[in-house]
């Protein structure tokens, strides 16, 4: 989805630069958190309800050996809360664990998987994809202003600095990212005891609250049941 190339015609929005504006104004964190969070749910929630039993999305688990420790417990969180049980889950567990014992069956005891988790990787893309966005509308009329009031985790401060082509925006985005600090510096001695560890987690960590803040009934409808298969196939 937010893989391809940003080229900024005229003054209109293309559809990730809206996605990234409804994230901007939806909550309190980094947006791209937020985007990322929601990629890895709306493809959780695609796996549990339509592709656990796909073959190519089964094999690439299996390569991966399954996901890392973060996605395994939002595979189970999903489940949970769409009401699916356990099943979806231990139903992949168990090829997991079959792969796993095939691979030392043949001698491949060292058990390294052959590719990423396969949700991590497309979170790395689609986290990607909207920073690529986000810099080429960081001074476009409409994110300009709610990025003013929101900032950049670390790591995607981070990420943004790196793309390359962008070298003409490090200073812009360094001196958002300065008022940002100041900002959540002054806010600490406002927050409840219960919101610092997360605020902190959030910024400096990049860790998104979950769920994430939005959560649509309409998603069911708007998910194409190509998603899971294009992310991890
Ligand atoms: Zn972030
Ligand atoms: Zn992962």
Redesign the pocket.
């Known amino acids: 989805m937010f893989g391809r190339e940003h080229e900024r015609a005229g003054e209109r929005l293309d559809l990730v630069a809206l996605m990234l504006l409804r994230a901007l104004e939806a909550g309190e964190g980094c947006p791209i958190c937020q985007l990322a969070a929601e990629t890895c749910e709306n493809t959780l929630w695609s796996l549990l309800w339509e592709n656990v039993n796909d073959p190519d999305v089964r094999a690439r688990i299996r390569e991966a050996l399954g ?2 420790p ?2 395994t417990l939002r595979l189970c969180q999903v489940a949970d809360a769409e009401g699916l049980g356990v099943t979806g889950p231990a139903i992949i567990f168990a090829d997991v664990l079959a792969a796993i014992g095939d691979a030392l069956h043949i001698g491949r005891c060292d058990l390294r998987a052959a590719g ?2 396969p ?2 990787a497309h ?1 790395r893309t689609s986290e990607r994809g909207a920073l690529a966005t986000l810099l080429c509308y960081l001074d476009h009329p409409r994110l300009a202003t709610p990025m003013r009031r929101r900032g950049l985790c670390l790591p995607h401060y981070r990420a943004a600095r790196g793309l390359s082509g962008r070298h003409d925006l490090r200073g812009p985005l360094a001196a958002l990212h300065a008022r940002h600090l100041d900002r959540w510096a002054a806010s600490l001695a406002s927050l409840a005891a219960g919101e610092i560890a997360p605020a902190g987690a959030g910024w400096l960590r990049g860790e998104a609250p979950w769920p994430p803040a939005r959560r649509s009934e309409r998603r069911r409808k708007l998910i194409p049941v190509s998603h899971l298969r294009t992310a991890l196939v």
Do not use: D, G, N, S
């Open positions: 996901f890392c973060r996605h990423p988790c949700i991590c979170e």
